[in-house]
């Protein structure tokens, strides 16, 4: 008495213990915790001095972008976006103006926030 019928086929039952344990895709594009601490960080600086006010954080397909408003019924003054189908040609980071220009794209997001980052000067 084999406790496997000719009728049923072992791999099948295999496969479908495989492909409940494989990891599905990511839905979205999100930023990562270092990331996001370098935006914050620098959104915090800029509301201090009075310039930012509101900011929006959306996880899309194919990009996560950080608006920045200076009043929240505006559009974005800055659009940070995060877009990884470009890593491997211009830089998956991006800052992009109100009018749609993109100001700077690059590899590294703390070399891209420096576009918008004004550094303290000594008075």
Known sequence: M???SED???SASRAVARAA?????PSSVTFNRLELNRILNLYGRMVADGEWRDY?????????V??????????PIYRIEK????????????VISATGLILRRG??????????DRKLAVV
């Open 21 to 25: 344990t494989a990891v599905p895709p």
């Open 2 to 4: 084999n406790p496997i």
């Open 66 to 75: 950080f608006s920045v408003f200076r009043r929240a019924s505006e559009v």
């Open 83 to 94: 877009d990884p189908r470009l890593a491997r040609k211009q830089g998956m980071y991006s």
């Open 8 to 10: 049923t086929d072992p």
């Open 56 to 64: 929006a954080i959306d996880f899309l397909k194919d990009r996560a």
């Open 107 to 116: 590899h590294e997001l703390d070399r891209v926030l420096l576009v918008i």
